[in-house]
Nanobody, 125 residues
Framework: HVQLVESGGGSVQAGGSLRLSCVFS????????MGWFRQAPGKDREGIAS???????TYADSVKGRFTISHDNAKNTLYLEMNSLKPDDTAVYYC????????????????????WSQGTQVTVS
């Protein structure tokens, strides 16, 4: 089973930047896609970015052009660089390992993410 440990959250002013990191370990043989999703209180769960084993990245429209996902295999680390942050970006952010990147093309209360991290709070004021 894959384990994911996330870090890098915090508080930042609007327009600022933040980088999240997710260190993964364990059995990733069934994980063809790594990505990020977020959830704010009272709001839908939202897949925001993913990257597959061919390094093909996909983004939700809400973050496209502002966020960048990347993967460092040598360090077993997934990154999310967040720029031009907005108050609407305030949420708990999670990294997740999935069998298919389609898992991240979802926004709503029933989006399922199987191998997710403990989450980290991002607050934009």
């Amino acid at each position: 089973h894959v384990q994911l440990v996330e870090s890098g959250g915090g508080s930042v002013q609007a327009g600022g930047s933040l980088r999240l990191s997710c260190v993964f370990s364990g059995d990733t043989s069934d994980s063809n896609c790594m990505g990020w999703f977020r959830q704010a209180p009272g709001k839908d769960r939202e897949g925001i970015a993913s990257i597959d084993t061919s390094d093909f990245a996909t983004y939700a429209d809400s973050v496209k052009g502002r966020f960048t996902i990347s993967h460092d295999n040598a360090k077993n680390t997934l990154y999310l660089e967040m720029n031009s942050l907005k108050p609407d970006d305030t949420a708990v952010y999670y990294c997740s390992a999935e069998s298919d990147c389609s898992a991240f093309a979802c926004s709503g209360p029933y989006c399922y993410f199987g191998g997710w991290s403990q989450g980290t709070q991002v607050t934009v004021s």
